[in-house]
C-alpha cells in the first residue's frame, strides 16, 4: 500500500493546486455540472486559503494527489437554509463549525477511495483544532460528490443558494464529530 498522509499547503503549491481545480474543472464540465466553471476558484482564492493556514494536500507516495481547504470561520452562505435545517448536538453547544471546501483529487487516483481517507483526516485536524462539527455543499446536480459525502458519514441538512443565487442551488450536509 501507498503512503498517505496530509500535511497544510505551502505557498509553493499554487501551481499544484490551482492544476488539481483545473482537472476538477474538467470533471464537472464534462458532467455538465456548472460547479466550479469560470474564474472560481481562482489562484487568489487559493492563495488567501494557504496564507490563512486553511488548505490540506493529501499526498501519495509523496505526490500531491488532492486538494481540500478546511475553513474555521461561520460560511456566510449557510445562514439561509431551505427545505430542511441545520441540526444541534450537545457536544456543540456553540454551533461552531468548519467547512470543507475546494476539494478534489487528481484524475490518476479517482475511484481509489482517497477521498475517504482524505476526509477522515480532515475530520482528525477538524477535531484537533477544537471543532465538533463539519459542513459541506456541493452543486444540486453533483451526484458524485454527493455519494462521497453521504459515504464519508456526513448528513444532508438542506438547500443553500450562492450568494442568494437562485440559479446556484447547493446541497448541504454536516457531521458531528462525537
Not at 478546511?70 to 456543540?92: D, F, S, V
Request: hydrophobic content about 35%.
Amino acid at each position: 500500500m501507498t503512503t498517505l498522509f496530509i500535511r497544510q499547503a505551502r505557498l509553493q503549491d499554487v501551481d499544484s493546486i490551482t492544476a488539481l481545480i483545473n482537472s476538477g474543472k474538467k470533471l464537472l464540465a464534462a458532467d455538465g455540472i456548472p460547479q466550479w466553471q469560470g474564474n472560481y476558484p481562482a489562484s487568489e482564492t487559493i492563495t488567501t486559503d494557504i496564507s490563512n493556514q486553511s488548505t490540506y494536500l493529501l499526498l501519495a507516495a509523496g505526490k500531491i494527489s488532492g486538494t481540500a481547504t478546511l475553513l474555521q470561520t461561520a460560511e456566510p452562505n449557510y445562514h439561509k437554509i431551505y427545505a430542511g435545517k441545520w441540526q444541534t448536538a450537545p457536544t456543540n453547544p456553540t454551533g461552531k463549525y468548519a467547512t470543507i471546501h475546494r476539494i478534489t483529487v487528481a484524475p490518476q487516483y479517482r475511484g481509489q477511495h482517497l477521498s475517504d481517507f482524505f476526509f477522515s483526516n480532515l475530520f482528525s485536524e477538524a477535531f484537533r483544532l477544537g471543532f465538533r462539527e463539519l459542513r459541506i455543499d456541493t452543486h444540486a446536480e453533483n451526484t458524485r460528490m454527493q455519494h462521497i459525502i453521504e459515504k464519508a458519514g456526513f448528513t444532508y441538512a438542506g438547500i443553500v443558494y450562492l450568494n442568494d443565487d437562485p440559479h446556484d442551488q447547493r446541497r448541504v450536509y454536516q457531521i458531528f464529530l462525537e
